[in-house]
């Protein structure tokens, strides 16, 4: 078995390799833009970005041939709403916990939102790109995250990234992308108890970002980014903006910090989306509704259980929804008509939909998605139940989740031009019991060692040898 | 079912005028031990043969094109295509599906920590103080969490056992279900399946109680479990001697009883325990006490003693990938379960969650998968399915009645649209003692909870 270690990986990161030219041949391709598998295609890789994908593609002679014959081949998945890289393990009981007992090693979980703000929190210097769940995320084909802040106190959880999963120092691939904000349940509860009180802390707070905002000059593409010429406008630091001098005046009554009301005069505009968690049907209504007040608002649903009654207003919205895969529960009251049918019955009235996940899990198990998109795909044959064709559920983990952000001309398909994040698998990705063999992150070769599989080569063999298990590399 | 036994009072002395004998002891009062029974009946079927597709016997067996007949509650014949059907039957074509066993979910919360999850509603854990045998989750088992239908529709699953989280050390007894719907829980009872116990080692109990008075460490939660196994012990002495001699009879004590149960290896005993350092000090404190543990879960370091668990026949239950939530869960790999099973050791896939109970057979293609890939010999699809079946049965304690398609058994069977190890199929029928308790083709055999009843969503295909 190859080993490649961690440090040799960080170091191979350099351009020359993203520069060479790779083309991967003879596998099942599919270019995760909705279409279905072809069979015997190639896909050409120059420079970090795809040239082509498709049966008929050429391989240029100066390229690197991968034999992909008897695997699959697809854009790397893109999970469409995780906590990926801010926690290492979930619960190492801060004092928070009430577990009384302090944790001196440094608490593994970077989720903790009970400080004094809430809509600047920026999730970028909490991502930690040498988490042992990056590392297992890739080794099973996640290439790409959408990452989002938790919300404590307030129910604006700040801005959220995307993130790559490559084994380098470099995670970020678009830094404050989007506020997330709660506005179902869980909004509620962080409002004092009840909806009333968080649309009414919404309102209030985009009123100060108003007010603030007439101070505000263009907030859009940095110089950098115009210079590595891609469309990617990224919110600049609201800590560095100009709405911070004592220029920028405020009314008596403002509840928001300064910097929080900053970091909103962006979604105010309409130049950073906005992310807003919701489950049940009214409360989705409630949300689309707040666009005739707030007509430049970029609205993306997360969550949205209970979309499927309410797909129609949706879609004529044209608000794009990530949705959780396959809740089926009344977990909670937000969520009594939850069935694996949403996502297909959503799709089927024309709503932008892609897959996410929002629950206990979204720190490190985004690498479900895949069999979560197999099993959408297995609703077709399910009398009375509403699925998604194979195209659409691998579409749904890869390009449409990029969309729904903006991103689709970067990252989440095999199309010409986007970067190239290709895993070749070992069959069906969409099937649990696939693997991932090989993974591109900009066109460089990914390790896919992880913590488990070194476990596993310790403990493959129990008998006794000459020298102690921890002895055993 | 343990037996019934009946309240005797013994006729007492008489005086003679002479005698001058000791009056006889009282002789000993029989405690019920079953004092809520089950009141499950199965349900009508017809004798039914499934007839040309491929069967897995869930004890590592796999028929091509075979045939499987059941009728009045029990397995009647299973074999290839030759076996002829029993006049009157109804005929099912199997063709291009698997038939198998009902899937057994050794660890399930569904009811006592249901849908919709309200505070009120969580039942699971008695967290008022770490040693609580004395609790029967049946006890709080609501039976109208929409979850069991799930479970059913989606998951295949004819037969689970609900326990107690794992908050405390003794966290109280388990039960064994069928999963038909009831009104009651009594209702619901796998009729004459012995009882569990749950305990637990490692982060939960000395977290939860920590602050409380303890146990706040590792060697806390030890300590503790092993003085309360001391004082069942003496509860034994006293309750085994009046057993023997009658006399004055003992104080009662509920936990005690559980306890007791135990050491008389009426009570099977259900450990979540992670780490492979914690599962080896397990083990021994069974024998410093004298009873045996029937399976660990959770498990997550099972591979690193797999040996010691087949040594030792104890079984497994296990997730297929679950890692990293914990820091007793970081050291999971992949191949946890067939690593087990390799060693000769009892492995299970199990499922701890709502949602995934209703994918089990996709946990165990996923640790199949990943067992061969490994290089794990002596895997195939036949015996994944022993992982879901007849590994949980034995683990219950109700394998002779029922965990593979055996003659005589239970006819708890399920006929899927393809082969269950593919996340593209589903359970297309699913009959639990030969009676037919979901269609997929027949929204009348798609059970509906109280609670959902006129809620947005009733009757969806879920």
């Not at chain 2, 770490?130 to 037969?159: C, K, M, Y």
Request: with cysteine.
């Amino acid at each position: 078995m190859k080993r490649l270690l961690i440090a040799a990986a960080l170091l191979a990161a350099a351009s020359p390799l993203a520069a060479q030219t790779i083309a991967i041949t003879g596998g099942t391709v599919a270019l995760g833009d909705g279409s279905e598998p072809m069979a015997g295609a190639t896909v050409v890789l120059r420079g970090g970005r795809i040239v082509a994908a498709g049966p008929n593609v050429a391989v240029p002679r100066d390229a690197q041939i991968v034999d992909a014959r008897g695997k699959w081949v697809t854009p790397g998945i893109v999970a469409g709403f995780s906590r990926l890289g801010l926690a290492e393990v979930d619960l190492t009981w801060s004092n928070d916990d009430g577990g009384g007992v302090s944790d001196t090693a440094g608490s593994a979980d970077d989720t903790g939102q009970n400080g004094p703000f809430s809509a600047a929190i920026d999730v970028v210097p909490a991502i930690n790109p040498l988490d042992t769940t990056i590392a297992v995320n890739r080794a099973d084909g996640v290439v790409r995250a959408i990452v989002a802040p938790a919300a404590g106190k307030s129910i604006f959880a700040g801005q959220g990234a995307v993130i790559d999963t490559g084994a380098d120092m470099d995670p970020v691939t678009a830094a404050r992308k989007f506020q997330f904000v709660e506005l179902g349940q869980a909004g509620a509860d962080a409002a004092g108890g009840s909806r009333s009180a968080s649309h009414v802390m919404f309102r209030s707070a985009l009123r100060e970002a108003a007010e603030l905002g007439r101070y505000a000059g263009s907030v859009g593409s940095s110089g950098k980014a115009a210079a590595e010429g891609r469309d990617m406008p990224t919110v600049r630091n609201p800590n560095e903006s100009r709405l911070y001098g004592s220029a920028a005046r405020r009314s008596d009554d403002v509840m928001l910090t300064r910097f929080d009301a900053a970091a909103l005069v962006p979604v105010l505009q309409g130049r950073q989306y906005l992310l807003v968690h919701v489950e049940r049907a009214s409360d989705i209504l409630q949300v689309l509704a707040l666009r005739k007040d707030f007509p430049r608002l970029k609205i993306v649903l997360v969550g949205a259980s209970e979309g499927w009654m309410v797909a129609d207003r949706i879609a004529a919205s044209n608000v794009p929804v990530i949705a959780s895969a396959l809740n089926d529960l009344p977990a909670s009251f937000e969520q009594l008509a939850a069935t694996q049918s949403n996502v297909g019955r959503m799709r089927n009235a024309g709503v932008a939909v892609s897959i996410g996940m929002i629950d206990d899990s979204d720190t490190r198990n985004l690498f479900l998605e895949r069999q979560y998109a197999g099993n959408l795909v297995a609703l077709q044959k399910v009398p009375g139940a509403t699925g998604v064709s194979w195209g659409e559920a691998l579409a749904m983990i890869t390009s449409r989740p990029a969309q729904a952000i903006g991103m689709g001309g970067e990252i989440g398909s095999l199309m010409p031009g986007r970067r190239a994040d290709v895993v070749i698998w070992s069959g069906d990705p969409l099937e649990g019991q696939s693997a991932a063999e090989q993974v591109y992150i900009d066109g460089v070769r990914q390790p896919l060692a992880t913590h488990q599989s070194r476990l596993l080569e310790r403990y493959r063999y129990l008998p006794r040898r000459e020298l102690p298990e921890a002895y055993r590399k | 079912m343990r037996s019934v036994f009946v309240a005797i009072l013994a006729a007492s002395m008489l005086g003679g005028c002479a005698a001058k004998t000791p009056p006889p002891k009282a002789h000993p009062i029989r405690i019920n031990e079953d004092p809520y029974p089950s009141t499950y009946t199965r349900y009508p079927g017809a004798v039914t043969v499934i007839r040309g597709a491929t069967v897995f016997d869930g004890e590592g067996g796999r028929i091509e094109r075979g045939t499987v007949i059941f009728g009045d509650g029990l397995l009647q014949a299973v074999g290839d295509a030759s076996l002829a059907s029993p006049a009157g039957a109804i005929e099912i074509d199997g063709t291009g599906k698997f038939v198998t066993p009902g899937i057994i979910d050794v660890h399930s919360h569904l009811g006592d920590y249901p849908s919709p999850g309200t505070a009120s509603l969580q039942d699971g854990n008695e967290a008022t103080g770490p040693v609580r045998p004395e609790v029967w989750a049946e006890h709080s088992v609501w039976p109208q969490d929409p979850g069991f239908s799930r479970a059913l529709a989606n998951g295949g699953i004819t037969t689970l056992q609900v326990l107690p989280g794992s908050a405390n050390l003794f966290g109280g007894r388990s039960v064994v279900l069928k999963n038909v719907h009831a009104r009651t829980v009594q209702g619901m009872k796998f009729p004459g399946a012995p009882y569990g116990l749950k305990m637990a080692c490692g982060e939960n109990p000395k977290r939860v109680y920590g602050n409380k008075g303890g146990p706040g460490t590792r060697m806390g939660n030890i300590a503790v479990t092993r003085a309360t196994w001391l004082r069942a012990q003496d509860y034994k002495r006293k309750w085994d001697k009046y057993d023997k001699n009658g006399g004055d009879m003992p104080g009662r004590d509920l936990a005690m009883d559980t306890l007791r149960g135990v050491l008389d290896g009426k009570i099977l005993i259900h450990n979540h325990c992670y780490r492979a350092d914690e599962m080896a000090i397990m083990i021994d404190m069974s024998k410093e006490f004298g009873y045996k543990i029937t399976a660990f879960h959770h498990a997550v370091e099972a591979y690193k003693i797999a040996d010691l668990l087949a040594a030792n026949n104890i079984c497994a239950a296990m997730w297929a990938d679950w890692y990293g939530f914990k820091m007793e869960s970081y050291d999971a790999v992949k191949e946890n379960i067939p690593l087990v099973h390799n060693a000769g050791a009892c492995a299970i896939v199990h499922s701890d969650d709502a949602n995934g109970i209703q994918r089990l057979n996709q946990e165990a293609a996923k640790a199949l998968a990943d067992g061969i890939r490994a290089g794990i010999p002596g895997l195939s699809e036949a015996v994944a399915w022993e992982w879901l079946s007849r590994n949980p049965a034995k683990a219950l304690g109700i394998l002779d009645r029922t965990g593979s398609l055996k003659v005589g058994k239970m006819a708890d069977v399920v006929l899927w649209n393809g082969n269950p190890l593919s996340g593209y199929t589903r359970p297309e029928r699913v009959w639990i003692d030969g009676a037919e308790m979901y269609d997929s083709a027949n929204p009348n055999k798609r059970p509906v909870s109280d609670f959902e009843l006129g809620q947005p969503g009733e009757g969806d295909t879920k």
